[in-house]
Structures are given as C-alpha cells and as structure tokens.
Nanobody
Framework: QVQLVESGGGLVQAGGSRRLSCAAS????????MGWFRQAPGKEREFVAS????????SCADSVKGRFTISRDNAKNTVYLQMNSLKPEDTAVYYC???????????????????WGQGTQVTVSS
C-alpha cells in the first residue's frame, strides 16, 4: 500500500509556471507507475499525465501536451508535474495517482490506478 501527498498548488497568473510534487510513502515506490489527474469545478475528473515505474515511458493529455511534463525521482519517492504556460482552463484540483506494476514497466496512461492523493488546488488567474 502507498500513501500519496501532493504539494505545490496555489495561485498563478496565466502564462506562468508551477511545479507540483507528490511524495509517496513506503519503500516500494519504484514498483508503481504514477500519474496525475485533475478536476475542475462542475467537470468530470480528467487524465493529465502518467509515467512508468522506471520513468522511461510517459504520456499526457492532448490539452497539456507541450506545456506540462511529468517526471519522477525514485530515490526521493517523488513524482513531479512541471506546468508551464498555464491557462485559466488549467484551474482544477490536481490529484496524484499510483498503480502497482511490479511485473511491467509500461506506462498505464489513464487506466487502472489503485491509489489517489487528497489533491492540491491550482488556480490560474487571467
């Protein structure tokens, strides 16, 4: 089992940047693929980005491609979401997610996550 704690949210102006972090508990972080989802007010939760357990494969939603980058540091049990060129429509609660993948180093994309963090609010002002 893994517990996820996000940080780095806050208020940022349009065009600005923000880096979210997600710290995971436990000693088996490198057996989990990780990802980020977000949910804006009145909208469904949507996939943002994901990364395989080694960090060798990543994917992201078309809406953030070229602006957001997911990465991880397995020595620090942490996954990051670097967000650049932020837009008001990026305003949402951002959730860190984990999927146990002990036998595969594939990137799960938007599917099958076992654990979710509590979320961190990102607000982009115009």
């Amino acid at each position: 089992q893994v517990q996820l704690v996000e940080s780095g949210g806050g208020l940022v102006q349009a065009g600005g940047s923000r880096r979210l972090s997600c710290a995971a508990s436990g000693r088996t972080f490198n057996t989990y693929a990780m990802g980020w989802f977000r949910q804006a007010p009145g909208k469904e939760r949507e996939f943002v980005a994901s990364i395989s357990k080694s960090g060798g494969s990543t994917s992201c939603a078309d809406s953030v491609k070229g602006r957001f980058t997911i990465s991880r540091d397995n020595a620090k049990n942490t996954v990051y979401l670097q967000m650049n060129s932020l837009k008001p429509e990026d305003t949402a609660v951002y959730y860190c997610v984990a999927k146990w993948t002990p036998y595969s180093d594939s990137d799960p994309g938007k599917l099958g996550y076992d654990y979710w963090g509590q979320g961190t609010q990102v607000t982009v002002s115009s």
